[in-house]
């Protein structure tokens, strides 16, 4: 059975750091293409920053520069690095994987970026 389980989001000062993290169970993260998505309420959930089983990684145009998707093998985790947050940043941040044609999310982990 596939898990995803994110942990590391809170409130952050504009400009500030945040470091979110997926702990995966029931698939392998260094042979699965992942990603991290994004949902504020009233909005569609969007694409913040995906990684494919070779490495290659993508990320929303919002966020270029800003954030890194990396995966910890040894850990079976996927990580987010998040830094010049902005408040518009703000919103429940979600892990993603299509494992077998289907797909699975985490539970969320709330990100606030506010003075």
């Known amino acids: 059975q596939v898990q995803l389980v994110e942990s590391g989001g809170g409130l952050v000062q504009p400009g500030g750091s945040l470091r979110l993290s997926c702990a995966a169970s029931?698939?392998?993260?260094?042979?699965?293409?992942m990603g991290w998505y994004r949902q504020v309420p009233g909005k569609q959930r969007e694409l913040v920053a995906g990684i494919t089983t070779t490495g290659i990684t993508n990320y929303a145009d919002s966020v270029k520069g800003r954030f890194t998707i990396s995966r910890d093998n040894a850990k079976n985790t996927l990580s987010l690095q998040m830094n010049s947050l902005k408040p518009e940043d703000t919103a429940v941040y979600y892990c993603h994987v299509i494992f077998r044609a289907r797909h699975y999310w985490g539970q969320g982990t709330q990100v606030t970026v506010s003075s």
């Open positions: 029931g698939i392998i993260v260094s042979s699965s293409a």
